[in-house]
């Protein structure tokens, strides 16, 4: 069984800074692309950043220059450093991977729980 068990979420004034972090756990084979959403009150969830294996990253306009995606592969960690915030960033944010389990030969989806950033004087 994989879980994602993510970190780091937490209240910061506008301008401010927060590191999320997310772990992969359990009978993992191979983790290929590892990524971030964000979920905001009355609003449809929306791609942040992804990362692959290879590291090579994407990101939503919203976030370019602001947010940077990373990742230890040796500790299937996927990290988000986001830097000047603003209010309009407030949202649940979720880890997302696709992985591989021991013993399958299938790459399936795995969602953490989410952790809440909320961005405010």
């Known amino acids: 069984q994989v879980q994602l068990v993510e970190s780091g979420g937490g209240l910061v004034q506008p301008g401010g800074s927060l590191r999320l972090s997310c772990a992969a756990s359990?009978?993992?084979?191979?983790?290929?692309?590892m990524g971030w959403y964000r979920q905001a009150p009355g609003k449809q969830r929306e791609l942040v950043a992804t990362?692959?294996?290879?590291?090579?990253?994407n990101y939503a306009d919203f976030v370019k220059g602001r947010f940077t995606i990373s990742r230890d592969n040796a500790k299937n960690t996927v990290y988000l450093q986001m830097n000047n915030l603003n209010p309009e960033d407030t949202a649940v944010y979720y880890c997302?991977?696709?992985?591989?389990?021991?013993?399958?030969?299938?790459?399936?989806?795995?969602w953490g729980q989410g952790t809440q950033v909320t961005v405010s004087s």
């Open positions: 997302n991977a696709v992985i591989r389990s021991s013993g399958s030969i299938d790459f399936n989806v795995y």
């Open positions: 359990g009978s993992i084979f191979s983790i290929n692309v």
């Open positions: 990362i692959t294996s290879a590291d090579r990253t």
